[in-house]
Nanobody, 114 residues
Framework: VQLVESGGGLVQPGGSLRLSCAAS????????MRWHRQAPGKERELVAH????????NYADSVKGRFTISRDNAKKTVYLQMNSLKPEDTAVYYC????????WGQGTQVTVSS
């Protein structure tokens, strides 16, 4: 089982990034997918959630209207489009798959700074 995140980096405030998480080793379409983040000195927090069927989404209040989670079951990939980025979005972002089992990626660093 693997979840491999990519797309992180350094971006200026107001900019955009698109994170990807490629899955392998399990039936991706059966799993709820989530993005979490952890900033230095803070606990890991849930950012966005997408259901396995129907594509229902939920977001943390802090990112509503700026972030969009989506999935492509054919490509076994989940995405996080992040717009209007703020310095407080700086964190390591983790991909998470849930369906009885709970799988995590290694994380990708997002830094928002001028």
């Amino acid at each position: 089982v693997q979840l491999v995140e990519s797309g992180g980096g350094l971006v200026q405030p107001g900019g955009s990034l698109r994170l990807s998480c490629a899955a392998s080793g399990f039936t991706f379409s059966n799993y709820v997918m989530r993005w979490h983040r952890q900033a230095p000195g803070k606990e890991r927090e849930l950012v966005a959630h997408i259901s396995s069927v129907g594509g229902r989404t939920n977001y943390a209040d802090s990112v509503k209207g700026r972030f969009t989670i989506s999935r492509d079951n054919a490509k076994k990939t989940v995405y996080l489009q992040m717009n209007s980025l703020k310095p407080e979005d700086t964190a390591v972002y983790y991909c998470n798959a849930i369906s009885g089992y709970n799988y995590w990626g290694q994380g990708t660093q997002v830094t928002v700074s001028s």
